[in-house]
T-cell receptor, first 113, second 111 residues
Framework: EAGVTQSPTHLIKTRGQQATLRCSPISGHTSVYWYQQALGLGLQFLLW???????NRGNFPPRFSGRQFPNYSSELNVNALELEDSALYLCASSFQTTGGGGYFGPGTRLTVT | GENVEQHPSTLSVQEGDSAVIKCTYS??????FPWYKQELGKRPQLIIDIRSNVGEKKDQRIAVTLNKTAKHFSLHITETQPEDSAVYFC??????????FGTGTRLKVLA
């Protein structure tokens, strides 16, 4: 079974630009979660999508947004990038009804200069 | 809001000893509790999980226990080896909300 995939692996942007990160869940998983992991810190919940809808979001400003497509893949958009947005962005997928799975992708390392 | 507290934040043990990491959750609706191991520069990997209808689960040297009444769950690693050194995260899942992660425990196994 193919795992969760994310692209790109690395992304370098300048302050004020926009970044788009992509995630493809494990086949059969309908839920996609996005997390931010700053260097040396824990996982901060960003967004949860299921069946194409945003189900919940963490304590992040509105410039962090995303969507989920009919094939359950997801996109995270970060507008007006700030230096402190530099982090590893992890996507995880699971079965919504049972929570089972919770498998992570390899992450996208976003660097804002 | 919902949260998961994880202790200790760092843990050093001698090779061969046991390690225990504890988590406490606040949302009584949580029904699934996975544990993740994250090695430096790598993604978190699911190592063991437990559902709310089970009190204990074991997989070789790793075990997880759950006390629903107290809202506690713990990870136990026996006969620790240097390759067990990593950051471990607990999480609680509620079908209504999302996965909520603990803050992580950096485990160092000293050879």
């Amino acid at each position: 079974e193919a795992g969760v995939t994310q692209s790109p692996t690395h992304l370098i942007k300048t302050r004020g630009q926009q970044a788009t990160l992509r995630c493809s869940p494990i086949s059969g998983h309908t839920s996609v979660y996005w997390y931010q992991q700053a260097l040396g810190l824990g996982l901060q919940f960003l967004l949860w999508y299921d069946e194409g809808e945003e189900r919940n979001r963490g304590n992040f400003p509105p410039r962090f947004s995303g969507r989920q497509f009919p094939n359950y893949s997801s996109e995270l958009n970060v507008n007006a990038l700030e230096l402190e947005d530099s982090a590893l962005y992890l996507c995880a997928s699971s079965f919504q009804t049972t929570g089972g799975g919770g498998y992570f992708g390899p992450g996208t390392r976003l660097t804002v200069t | 809001g919902e949260n998961v507290e994880q202790h200790p934040s760092t843990l050093s043990v001698q090779e061969g000893d046991s390690a225990v990491i504890k988590c406490t959750y606040s949302d009584s609706a949580s029904n699934y509790f996975p544990w993740y191991k994250q090695e430096l520069g790598k993604r978190p990997q699911l190592i063991i999980d437990i559902r709310s209808n089970v009190g204990e689960k074991k997989d070789q040297r790793i075990a997880v226990t759950l006390n629903k009444t107290a809202k506690h769950f713990s990870l136990h690693i026996t006969e620790t080896q240097p390759e067990d050194s990593a950051v471990y995260f607990c999480a609680a899942y509620s079908g209504t909300y999302k996965y909520i992660f603990g803050t992580g425990t950096r485990l160092k196994v000293l050879a």
